[in-house]
């Protein structure tokens, strides 16, 4: 009887810390900080002001923990290739698609503190391969999200970016264009950080359900041993 209630306690212990673990991961810790974000474009340099008043929507992620801090200043950090999806679209489904570059172009997430608020930058380069050159001529080459984090947070880290949870920002797109002279296209932008996975809540919830199946059966059997 010891050794069923000792393995029983083992599993109890064991699905608990798994539980556990899965819902304390977020993403502000060591796996990739997956965001949604969308938006407006309320102003375009491209010729007719093409994509002017409409949508900005997509997903970017980033990983922390894989690039140390490349900017010897106390109040700015500069964390190189973290950046490793992203996908927007302008317009809406069936609209004009672009993606992270595979290789080459400036990719970083800076921030910079400023004393009560840190400003944030997080910098890509994009390309768009199912898609033609915008106005016969230019092609998107960097996406750009920009906000500023009240109250201050920033301490200079040498071995990761510190956490984008916030409390309050603004923030700002700039998606740039070119043909040789670039030209942008911004708006503002809603940043949202991607809930845990229901998957992982479900698969959290059915080991709880199976454990307290596991506990009634054990009670009843230890009752009936008793009564025996």
Do not use: C
Request: proline share 8%; glycine share 10%; net charge negative.
């Amino acid at each position: 009887m010891y050794r069923s209630n000792s393995g029983f306690l083992k599993l109890a212990v064991m699905a608990s810390m798994l539980l556990w673990a899965s819902m304390a991961v977020t993403p502000a810790m060591a796996t990739d900080v997956l965001f949604n974000f969308s938006g407006l474009v309320t102003a375009s340099q491209l010729p007719t002001s093409t994509f002017f008043g409409q949508s900005v929507d997509g997903t970017l992620t980033y990983t922390p923990a894989v690039a140390p801090d490349t900017n010897g200043a106390s109040n700015i950090g500069k964390y190189n290739s973290v950046i490793t999806a992203l996908n927007l679209t302008i317009g809406g489904p069936g609209g004009y698609d672009a993606v992270l570059s595979p290789g080459g172009g400036s990719n970083f997430v800076e921030i910079t503190n400023f004393g009560t608020f840190d400003q944030y930058v997080i910098h890509a380069p994009i390309f768009a391969p199912t898609e033609p050159l915008v106005n016969g001529d230019y092609f998107p080459s960097s996406f750009e999200i920009k906000f500023i984090h009240t109250p201050s947070t920033f301490g200079n880290n040498a071995t990761a970016p510190p956490t984008l949870g916030f409390a309050s920002f603004s923030p700002t797109f700039r998606l740039v264009f070119d043909n040789g002279v670039p030209k942008d296209v911004t708006g503002n932008v809603a940043l949202t950080t991607v809930p845990l996975p229901p998957a992982v809540i479900l698969f959290g919830a059915g080991l709880v359900a199976l454990i307290g199946l596991g506990a009634r059966n054990w009670q009843r059997d230890t009752r009936a041993q008793q009564q025996a």
